[in-house]
């Protein structure tokens, strides 16, 4: 009596829908949660048969399918899950994983099954195959914005060809720019192709991990594309002296708060960005948007070039004179011989590797910097990290 107690209570408490029935289709047995998922009472289902529950055509196919197995004693779903349908009793269908069983007790041949509820699953498969579609949609549009931005930049390079040597620099520069955009947009646009290829083949096995794992490499892509765009826009504006400064007076704490709550979505896993506040800084007059542009470059850099569980400490300190912003990483740190190139414009270290970058991020860091009458400095050695750090005048 203990026992059966026992299994009647974990029947009655399964999170799953068991049913079990007789060899000719006849509900015997119907627990709690199966009544929740067919919106039955168990008297309505109870010796009935169990077509009852299913749509059309299987409504009307039940019957012979149990012949079947009885005549031939061939197993088509017994020890096997299987998708299906079921009709509720409002007449609403919804998918669920079926898994039957076969028990022979006292000489009568039961068959058991387990219906675990697919609705959520499928909902979720669903928004992912449209959210697949709609990222196929951002690619193109991307991809139209890429060839724009590319004719515009040629377009740009043919009419420099001929004004004054500033703009004969200029020039050069776009030629560059034309060189690396060919260059690094391509490999991004193939992650794009290939995950989005992918998403849509694991969409249709219900694989859900791969395909998060594949929409967040698309995300990255984009927003790796996205940060070319904007390194070449900024030092297009910068070169062509484009740029007034736009002092304004704010809270630094909070500036860096803001700013920081913005690049832990961007931290690998387990780094951590620490800002070690200095309660003497409070209100600044600084230009802003200059400002943040170098501190989310500086950051930025510190968390591509450093691993995983590290830290990177962005700390300020302030005299009567002077503003200073430091940000410290223990990345792969700058080779010796690479110091003193460092700020020029499209160079990149020797260790950099295949860590996506266009070399435009710390020159255009170096010119904010002197806009704001400030200076930009570092210490760096190999595999052992590197500190920037800004000083800034103090306006009253």
């Known amino acids: 009596m203990k ?7 974990i029947i009655d408490n399964a999170i799953d829908g068991i049913i079990t029935i007789s060899e000719k289709g006849i509900v015997e047995s119907i627990n709690p949660s199966a009544c929740r998922l067919f919106l039955y009472s168990p008297d309505e289902v109870i010796g009935k048969n169990i077509s009852l529950l299913m749509p059309s055509p299987d409504r009307e196919k039940h019957d012979s399918y149990l012949g079947s ?17 079921g009709r509720k009793k409002d007449g609403n269908i919804f998918p669920f994983r079926l898994g039957v069983s076969e028990v022979k007790f006292e000489g009568e041949r039961i068959f ?8 959520h699953q499928k909902e ?16 193109k549009d991307r991809t139209a914005t890429l060839n724009e931005t590319i004719d515009a930049l040629t377009q740009t390079k043919e009419e420099v060809s001929s004004t004054l040597e500033k703009e004969k620099e200029l020039h050069k520069i776009k030629s560059r720019l034309l060189s690396m955009a060919s260059h690094e947009f391509r490999t991004p646009l193939s992650t794009i192709q290939l995950s989005s290829s992918l998403i849509q083949r694991y969409a249709e096995s219900g694989n859900n991990t791969k395909i998060e794992t594949h929409i967040i490499k698309i995300k990255s892509a984009i927003a790796n594309l996205t940060g070319i765009l904007d390194d070449f826009l900024l030092l297009e504006k910068a070169e062509s002296n484009k740029i007034t400064l736009q002092i304004s007076c704010f809270d630094l704490q909070d500036f860096l708060k803001e700013i920081i ?40 850099n ?4 450093s691993g995983e569980e590290t830290e990177i400490e962005l700390f300020t300190s302030m005299t009567s004179n002077t503003i ?18 460092l700020f020029e414009a499209f160079f990149r270290a020797h260790n950099a590797g295949n860590i996506p970058g266009t070399g435009l991020g710390l020159h255009i860091v170096s010119r904010y910097v002197s806009l704001m009458n400030g200076t930009i400095s570092f210490k760096s050695a190999v595999d052992k990290g590197t500190l920037f750090t800004i000083e800034l005048p103090r306006y009253d």
Not at 302 to 305: D, E, F, G, L, R
């Open 112 to 119: 058991a099954g387990f219906i675990h509820d697919m609705t």
């Open 324 to 341: 200073t912003i430091n940000v410290k990483d223990n990345g792969i740190g700058i080779p010796e011989e690479d110091h003193e190139h």
């Open 69 to 85: 197995y009885k005549s031939s004693g061939i197993p088509h779903i017994i020890g096997h899950d299987r998708d299906v349908l």
């Open 261 to 300: 709550g913005e690049l832990k979505l961007l931290t690998k896993k387990k780094q951590k960005i620490i800002s070690l506040p200095n309660t003497d800084v409070t209100l600044v007059k600084l230009d802003k948007n200059l400002l943040k542009n170098c501190i989310i470059n500086l950051v930025t």
């Open 302 to 305: 510190a968390i591509k070039y």
């Open 124 to 139: 979720v498969e669903n928004r992912l195959m449209q959210y697949t579609q709609h990222l196929e949609e951002l690619v």
């Open 3 to 9: 026992n059966q107690a026992l299994l009647n209570a």
